[in-house]
């Protein structure tokens, strides 16, 4: 099973590690075919320990990797696990196609390690008109940035509040880079 794995708190300030070293710890685990795109914590890897499926399973191999890379690194990492047919799957749903992004704007999805409240209202708009909720599936919510002063939200505060704190958030046009990136690898 290939699984790419979103990491959050990887290559933020104070959290640096290169992705050879990343790589290095997937690797330590007995996780085959081990690749990474990109510095921001995405990495590809293989794996017969659990199949598409297999939810308990892909729970305890996301928490194992979370584990070591704690030891490893001295601080939580949360690790969202994913497969290509989700990610594909995913980009299918085409979350913003009714959005008319300006300069102002990004167009991100949230991947979450727990269940998104499926009565969730949406879309739903922070307290401080800096994001917006506007779809999700069970475990990836699409959300819509709005950049105040040139800069982005914080995911802290309205949106851990909402998705979990155990989230990592990737932009749709990099999250459709690392499907091809993946499905370039799988071939």
């Known amino acids: 099973m ?109 991947f979450t390690t727990e269940r998104i409240d499926p009565d969730l209202a949406l879309p739903l708009l922070s307290p401080k008109k800096d994001m917006e909720i506007i779809g999700s599936t069970e475990h990836d919510a699409f959300v819509v940035w709005y950049l105040i002063n040139g800069k982005a939200p914080a995911a802290k505060g309205f949106q851990e509040a909402v998705l979990g704190r155990d989230a990592t958030t990737r932009f749709f046009h990099t999250v459709v880079k690392i499907l091809a990136a993946a499905e370039k690898g799988a071939a």
């Open 2 to 110: 290939l699984y790419i794995a979103f990491l959050r708190g990887v290559n933020v300030p104070g959290r640096s590690v290169k992705m050879e070293r990343l790589r290095g710890l997937f690797t330590e685990m007995g996780l085959a075919s081990v690749r990474s795109y990109i510095q921001s914590g995405n990495v590809f890897f293989e794996t017969d320990e659990t199949d598409e499926t297999d939810e308990t399973g892909r729970a305890a191999l996301a928490t194992r990797i979370g584990d070591h890379l704690a030891d490893a690194l001295g601080y939580h990492v949360a690790v969202c696990l994913r497969t290509v047919p989700e990610l594909e799957a995913l980009i299918a749903l085409d979350p913003f196609k009714d959005v008319t992004v300006t300069a102002d704007m990004r167009c991100c999805v949230v």
